[in-house]
């Protein structure tokens, strides 16, 4: 039998909001949240996932759909299955947190998350095309993403073409995900002087998710041989989205695209729990 104790989570960051699992099956999660005061939980939606906030300390307001509750210690509150919810800390707060079933297990399923509350198998997707050269008439990369992401049964919610500088890059990615579940960007992951699109994202990742890279390397590889190993191509964790940066090729384009669109409400069940 596994034990634990809650009055032994504590730590806090003055980041963002703190996760501590407390256990995790096929079928469920417990973890312990840590809130500093005004540290917020942005509000999301779980398709098929019943949530439970339990304050162990503290005080927090709540919102599940219209309704917004100040909770404090001893009281809970139930987000139910496709209801809007979200927190943000009054006071140094910790709650306990519940959901079932686990939502990697309903990604799995096909029934996946969706911020706006629409239709849970569709997500509002960003593009961003990273170069000096190309307009929105001859980008054929991005026409190549959008067909992809539209196929899927998508949105394309923002579709930006910046230069190559670190900044434009990091500016319009930063914006783009505020509207958007995952944003896609292509160019300038290679290793010439303007290839910045790596060094200008690595920063706004919350955590980074270097399978994507490995596993599109792999696949690039039976494509195009063993250049493809010259690609820094990865993905990372924004705030509660994704984004998978590209190389930009079309071809390249339309292996990472597809790879992404595999499992991204399978990693934003995940990031959104």
Known sequence: MEVSDV????????DGFAKTNLFETGNFFADVYRFEPGQVQETHVHGNEDKLYYVLEGEATVRVGDERMEVSEGEAVLAGAGDEHGVEAVERTR?????????AATSEEGSHDHAHGEDTASFDIGLVTVSSSRDASGDESGDVARELVEDEGHSIAEYRIVTDDADAVRDAVETVVEDCDA???????????????????????????????EEFRRRSVEEVGTAAILSRATAGVVGDSVVFSLPGSANAVETGVSLALDEVGHALGLVRR
Do not use: C, Q, W
């Not at 709650?95 to 939502?103: D, E, G, S």
């Not at 944003?183 to 270097?210: M, N, Q």
């Open 7 to 14: 009055t032994k989570v504590r730590g806090f960051d003055d």
């Open 95 to 103: 709650i306990l947190v519940f959901m079932a079933p686990h939502p």
């Open 183 to 213: 944003v896609f960007t292509s160019g300038g992951t290679g290793l010439t002087d303007d290839d910045v699109t790596v060094e200008a994202l690595r920063p706004v990742f919350d955590k980074e998710i270097p399978g994507f890279g």
